[in-house]
């Protein structure tokens, strides 16, 4: 079952370009991982401190399976330094989509 792993912290302002490229490190290493399909950095539009980090994986197992190699840390190293305060991690399974929907095509009314 696809999962998606959400990450958040805090960044002070003077870190934001250094994150934001600490991210696109991290995850130019991370592609390609088994299981593996993509990620996306979001910044909170209420408060620009917040950060979000969205993976998506094939599966939890994959998923924990990279978490706990020591590669992972090798490969993460960069974005340490900003996570280190306010780090949080969850994990969500996706339940629904619009796309696993059919939804029947109703015509237009005829007039």
Do not use: C, N
Not at 32 to 54: F, I, M, Q, V, W
Not at 55 to 78: K, L, N, V
Not at 87 to 111: D, K
Request: glycine share 2%; proline share 7%; hydrophobic share 40%.
């Amino acid at each position: 079952m696809t999962i998606r792993v959400i990450m958040t912290a805090t960044i002070r302002p003077e870190d934001f370009d250094a994150f934001e490229a600490a991210y696109l490190d991290v995850t130019s290493k991370v592609r390609g991982t088994p299981g593996h399909l993509r990620d996306e950095l979001l910044r909170d539009t209420a408060d620009p401190t917040k950060y979000s980090l969205l993976a998506e994986w094939e599966d939890e197992e994959r998923f924990r399976a990279w978490a706990d190699d020591p590669e992972h840390m090798r490969q993460s190293a960069a974005m340490f330094p900003f996570w280190a305060d306010s780090f949080q991690r969850s994990v969500h399974e996706v339940r629904a989509t619009l796309e696993s929907y059919q939804t029947p095509r109703v015509p237009p009314a005829a007039g």
